[in-house]
């Protein structure tokens, strides 16, 4: 099984425009090479290589002219943007972030561990595990470590507002092969219209033994369109607004109705398969892609997904213009700076904490389920890597203790001010993108920043003179959360919440900062090499 894993997923089908890193080769500035093949080192296996892209030439957006050589600088050696945008372009849904974040971890020498079977960890080791195939927990144990030292963490989420095949999802109107979905969080719905939509997720597979397999799928053209209605015939929608209702006027078009496709699951049959639910000519897609027979597919679970690529953009490239930047480009980065932080046997050396990563799904939705923030999985590991490392029965003072000493980065996307919607932003508080990591506070505990967790995390950042940013939401408007407070009350872990500043939050089409990337990037990393020897020089109990 490692040996498969190793390499790409056999459900990630062939990408369907041009990598970065393929591209980058197209428009060479200079003799320097652009990448490093993703090979190990002869004369270090523990390195991983990592693609590198020029953090100038914007990979999939056009541009007029060319670039001088000047102006690419040696931040492009060291810049994770280029990796980010091949990221985001694999991963269309939850789980395959989950997969490509395992595929890395592989890559990078991690061990890959299975919940349900008994852990052998040593001090050095880096290990991780998927929980269904949707959240994911990394983590790295210092060569000093000993019991009742702490986890220094850093949380994401891997799932973003979309829509969601219906369980029912076949229907037809007026002629049209049509698909009912569902709302998928708190988005911004109208974005989702005249966009270029495919489907992408998960399917359950039955095999020729009788066994069922789980396989991801991803449909790279364009398949599904909701249109928006002329303004011949909505003449004041400019000025009451677009206010289409979510459940009749928010269906997919899939294709023209033919004579034999029908969408009535009641006329087939009483006996529940995907055929019955779903069109013959969507099922008939996906088993093309998975080379399987329609009858073979027993379980769907799908999103719908924006066909358009995560790009560069703007008038000198400073912009990435994705999807789902919220929250995987904060999962990328933290994933990242984990892996290099560790790339080396030398650099657990002298670490006597653990480092960690959680990757968590439904946050979007609250966080309580199996996969979720809400469950007990990183405390349940935590716990799991304590006893292990004991080598003898662990009892609760060792765990506690542990969990006093421990620290944890919740990373969600933070709310950038808007140049057209200045007055939203507290006066004082209005966050820019290409000026680092926002620090989120709240009052009430909507945020699980403290003044001594705040203080902790900005340390990091100066010692490393990166910039930071303070975010709090008007007294007049309500506030988000995230998964912070979630996990700091889980047993009493202490929590900073932070985030990349962004635009369109929610929207199907997001953008944020290029250098702030790099910016959360290096702060993470700063944050897993460093901070053990910050906390140290803080006592306040």
Not at 106 to 123: C, R, S, T
Not at 205 to 234: M, Q, Y
Not at 333 to 355: F, K, M, Q, T, Y
Request: aromatic share 8%; glycine share 6%.
């Amino acid at each position: 099984m490692a040996a498969n894993a190793v390499a790409r997923f056999q459900f990630l089908q062939p990408y369907p425009f041009p990598k970065p890193s393929v591209l980058l080769s197209k428009f060479p500035h200079s003799s320097s090479p652009r990448f490093s093949i993703n090979v190990p080192n002869v004369n270090n296996p523990y390195r991983i290589h990592f693609r590198k892209f020029s953090a100038v030439t914007s990979p999939l957006c056009s541009t007029s002219g060319s670039i001088p050589e000047s102006a690419e600088s040696s931040e492009s050696s060291t810049s994770i943007v280029g990796d980010l945008l091949d990221y985001l372009n694999e991963s269309w849904t939850q789980f395959h972030a989950t997969a490509e974040a395992k595929r890395q971890l592989i890559a990078a020498g991690f061990h890959l561990l299975k919940e349900n079977e008994k852990w052998d960890l040593q001090p050095g080791g880096r290990y991780f595990f998927t929980r269904n195939m949707s959240s994911l927990v990394a983590f790295a144990i210092g060569k000093k470590y000993s019991i009742g030292n702490g986890f220094h963490v850093i949380a994401a989420h891997t799932d973003s507002p979309c829509l969601k095949l219906k369980p029912k999802s076949a229907s037809t109107k007026s002629g049209y092969l049509m698909v009912n979905v569902q709302l998928y969080g708190g988005g911004l719905w109208h974005t989702w219209f005249d966009r270029d939509l495919s489907v992408a997720g998960r399917v359950i597979l039955r095999a020729d033994d009788g066994s069922f397999l789980h396989r991801l799928v991803k449909i790279t053209r364009p398949l599904l369109r909701v249109p928006t209605l002329a303004i011949h015939l909505n003449r004041t929608v400019n000025q009451d607004g677009f206010k289409p209702n979510l459940e009749t006027q928010l269906i997919p078009l899939l294709a023209t109705k033919t004579e034999n496709a029908t969408a009535d699951s009641t006329e087939k049959s009483n006996v529940s398969s995907s055929k019955d639910v779903h069109h013959q000519l969507l099922l008939q897609i996906l088993s093309d892609e998975l080379s399987c027979k329609i009858d073979d597919i027993v379980s769907v679970e799908l999103n719908l997904c924006d066909t358009q690529p995560s790009c560069l953009g703007g008038a000198n490239n400073e912009f990435i213009f994705s999807g789902r930047l919220d929250n995987l480009a904060s999962s990328f980065c933290g994933l990242r700076a984990l892996v290099d932080s560790c790339a080396l046997p030398e650099d657990l050396s002298n670490e006597h904490a653990i480092r960690m990563i959680a990757l968590f799904d439904n946050e979007e939705v609250g966080s309580d389920s199996y996969q979720g923030a809400g469950a007990p999985t990183m405390f349940e590991a935590m716990r799991r890597i304590t006893h292990c490392l004991s080598h003898q029965s662990a009892g609760e003072s060792d765990f506690a203790r542990a969990i006093r000493h421990s620290f944890l980065v919740s990373a969600d996307m933070a709310h950038g001010v808007h140049p057209n919607f200045v007055d939203k932003h507290e006066e004082h508080h209005r966050p820019e993108l290409q000026k680092g990591l926002v620090i989120k506070h709240n009052a009430n505990q909507r945020y699980a920043t403290s003044g001594v967790t705040s203080f902790l995390f900005k340390e990091v950042a100066r010692l490393h003179s990166l910039p930071t940013q303070d975010f709090v939401v008007r007294n007049d408007m309500g506030c988000g959360s995230t998964i912070g407070p979630i996990l700091a009350s889980g047993v009493g872990i202490r929590t900073v919440d932070c985030g990349i500043a962004q635009l369109s939050m929610h929207s199907v089409r997001e953008i944020c900062g290029k250098e702030d990337i790099d910016i959360a990037y290096k702060h993470f990393k700063a944050f897993y090499q460093t901070f053990s020897s910050i906390d140290r020089k803080l006592i306040v109990d």
